[in-house]
Every structure is written in C-alpha cells, then in structure tokens.
C-alpha cells in the first residue's frame, strides 16, 4: 500500500525528531508535526514475554471461536455490530484516513503487536490526557507496514479506518480490551449540494490559513539550504494535496482530513471525531480555521507594521 520511499521518509523523520532522555535513554518526542510516539522500554526476558504471548494468543482464538459459534445460530443483529478491540492509548486522535506512525517499546503493547501481527492487524486508539483519562470515542488502526526492531522493538505504520464508541471494558490485563460498537455519521437535513459547498469554503479557509502562516514563518523567502527546500516543497505539496482531496473525496472523509490537520488541539479533534453528523463537524472547522485566519491576519499585519521587533524576537 505505501512505497519504500514513503516508508524510508517517515523513518527518517522519526530519526531526524528523536532526542535523548535522562541517563543517555533514547527517546522521541511525545507531540509533533508527524506524530511519532514511543513509550519508555521494559525489558523482561524474552521466555517471559513468549510465554505471554502464547497465553494472549489462545485467549483471543478461544473469543473468535465462541463468537463464530454463537453467531451461527443467532438470527438477531450481526454479531459484528458489537466487537472486542485491544485499546491503545495515546495522547493523540486518529482520524479515519490518518496516517500514523508508531514506535513501539512498552512491554505489554509488545505483546500486542506480536497478537495483532498473528491475528488481527487492528487495533482501537484512544485520546488520553496528561491526567491519565481516556475517551469513550477512538478510531480503529490498522498496520499496514510493521518492522521489528532490536530488543523486539516494532516500528509501525497504521491507517485510521472506522470509528467506534466503548461500551465497557472486558479485561486490562496485559492492555486493555473493550466491548465496542461501530459509529457513523447520521444522514443530515441538508442536501450533499449544502455539503459540498461547505465543503468548499473549508478547503478557502484552510489554503489561507497555511498561506499566511507560511508568510509569518518566513517560508516565501528564498532558501539557503537543502533541508529548507525539502520542508517548503513539502509544504507546497501538502497544499496541492488539500486540494485534490477536496475535489476527489466525498465531504465526510474530507471532514475527517481536516480534523487530522488540527494537531497540538485534541481536545478540538476528538470533539470533532465524536460528532455524528458531516455538516456539524464541517461547520465547527469552518468556525475554527476562520478564527484561526483572523488571528494569523492580525499577527501578519503587526509584522508588516514592526517587522524590526519582530525578526529580533526570532
């Protein structure tokens, strides 16, 4: 599904954004333009780790089968209405669509990986907080290219799929599983013609949004060096591809596109994963990509008044 370079550029991303921690620990940083994550390693011995995975894998087979057999002879809803989906929680959204990349070093979420990898490549994602609390709404992902890394590291790549609600929690042992339900938009009053033109004033909003933010960034200068460059055509590139996702996506997963662009704000993008309807969640960027652009509008104004201060700020 991606390409070599694809997968060669977000590792070096990754490399080029990772720090180091106390005692010479390696570790990434926890919030940034890509979102890369990683937890802080536990190492256990590697009998340990294989005797948990073998436990883990008989349990989850034992769930297929009683599921397979209790559907069989149901003729009520379908059995995949409501699911078990092992949770991983990060200080994150995903949205459907979205692109994430994951390192992954804590013990119980290796043991995951080495579950999902034999059986389900998917997995549910949940926002929570510094506070330790998670939501009730997330965002299945699934792996789509994964690579094992020493002291049985893994570095993923998954792809948002569908949203789902948690009902309750099955078990937290050694990571949590739920009981969840799918969640879909509900049809909404308006016509699609209503939505496509909001749709499109999005799209307006978002362009100006990025243009000026790129003016007070400085990035209409010429560049000095190759890294520059590389960041401005990626930039130039990401606008192009607002645009051809706008003309080439229904409004609904253009409405989840923009939320995934939201990043250092949430609590802003799940308030917009949980919405169900695509006209509420397209009228609530509408407003915040507006008051974002009357922000930036005045910051750029201010500029052009005392450019002096403000490169000395810099």
């Given at each position: 599904?991606?390409?070599?370079?694809?997968?060669r550029?977000?590792?070096?991303?990754?490399?080029?954004?990772?720090?180091r921690g106390?005692g010479?620990?390696?570790?990434?940083?926890?919030?940034?333009p890509?979102?890369l994550f990683?937890?802080?390693?536990h190492?256990?011995?590697?009998?340990?780790l294989?005797?948990?995975?073998?436990i883990?894998?008989k349990?989850?087979?034992?769930r297929?089968?009683?599921?397979?057999?209790?559907s069989?002879?149901?003729t009520?809803a379908p059995?995949?209405?409501v699911?078990?989906?092992p949770?991983?929680?990060?200080?994150?959204?995903?949205?459907?669509g979205?692109?994430l990349?994951?390192?992954?070093?804590e013990?119980?979420?290796?043991?995951?990986?080495?579950?999902?990898l034999?059986t389900?490549?998917r997995f549910g994602?949940?926002?929570?907080d510094?506070?330790?609390?998670?939501?009730?709404?997330?965002c299945v992902?699934?792996?789509?290219?994964h690579?094992k890394?020493v002291?049985?590291?893994f570095f993923?790549?998954?792809?948002?799929q569908?949203?789902f609600?948690?009902n309750k929690?099955?078990?937290?042992?050694p990571?949590l599983?739920?009981e969840?339900n799918?969640?879909?938009d509900?049809?909404?009053?308006l016509?699609?013609d209503?939505?496509?033109?909001l749709?499109?004033?999005v799209e307006a909003?978002m362009?100006?949004?990025?243009?000026?933010?790129?003016?007070?960034?400085?990035?209409?200068?010429s560049v000095k060096?190759?890294?520059?460059?590389?960041?401005?055509?990626e930039?130039k590139?990401?606008?192009?591809?607002?645009m051809?996702?706008?003309?080439n996506?229904?409004?609904?997963p253009?409405?989840f596109?923009?939320?995934s662009t939201?990043?250092g704000?949430?609590?802003?993008?799940?308030?917009?994963?949980?919405l169900e309807?695509?006209?509420?969640?397209?009228?609530?960027?509408?407003d915040?990509l507006k008051n974002?652009?009357?922000?930036l509008?005045?910051?750029?104004?201010v500029k052009?008044?005392?450019?002096?201060?403000?490169?000395?700020?810099?």
């Amino acid at each position: 599904m991606f390409s070599s370079t694809f997968y060669r550029k977000v590792r070096r991303v990754w490399e080029k954004k990772r720090g180091r921690g106390e005692g010479g620990r390696k570790m990434s940083t926890i919030y940034s333009p890509s979102p890369l994550f990683q937890t802080l390693i536990h190492r256990s011995s590697t009998t340990n780790l294989n005797r948990l995975i073998s436990i883990n894998l008989k349990q989850q087979r034992r769930r297929t089968f009683q599921k397979i057999r209790s559907s069989s002879g149901s003729t009520s809803a379908p059995s995949d209405d409501v699911v078990e989906l092992p949770l991983f929680p990060l200080p994150l959204v995903l949205f459907p669509g979205a692109i994430l990349p994951l390192q992954i070093f804590e013990f119980r979420y290796r043991i995951l990986m080495h579950t999902l990898l034999q059986t389900d490549l998917r997995f549910g994602v949940i926002f929570s907080d510094s506070g330790g609390s998670v939501t009730g709404v997330g965002c299945v992902g699934e792996i789509v290219k994964h690579e094992k890394l020493v002291d049985d590291r893994f570095f993923l790549i998954c792809k948002g799929q569908e949203r789902f609600r948690v009902n309750k929690i099955v078990r937290s042992m050694p990571y949590l599983v739920a009981e969840v339900n799918w969640l879909e938009d509900k049809p909404s009053s308006l016509s699609s013609d209503n939505a496509e033109e909001l749709a499109a004033e999005v799209e307006a909003h978002m362009r100006n949004v990025i243009r000026i933010s790129n003016r007070l960034n400085g990035k209409e200068a010429s560049v000095k060096d190759e890294e520059e460059k590389e960041e401005k055509d990626e930039e130039k590139e990401y606008v192009n591809e607002t645009m051809d996702l706008r003309r080439n996506m229904f409004p609904t997963p253009f409405s989840f596109f923009v939320g995934s662009t939201f990043e250092g704000a949430p609590k802003e993008q799940q308030a917009l994963l949980e919405l169900e309807d695509t006209i509420d969640r397209l009228k609530r960027e509408k407003d915040t990509l507006k008051n974002t652009l009357n922000y930036l509008t005045a910051a750029s104004a201010v500029k052009d008044v005392f450019p002096s201060s403000s490169s000395s700020s810099s």
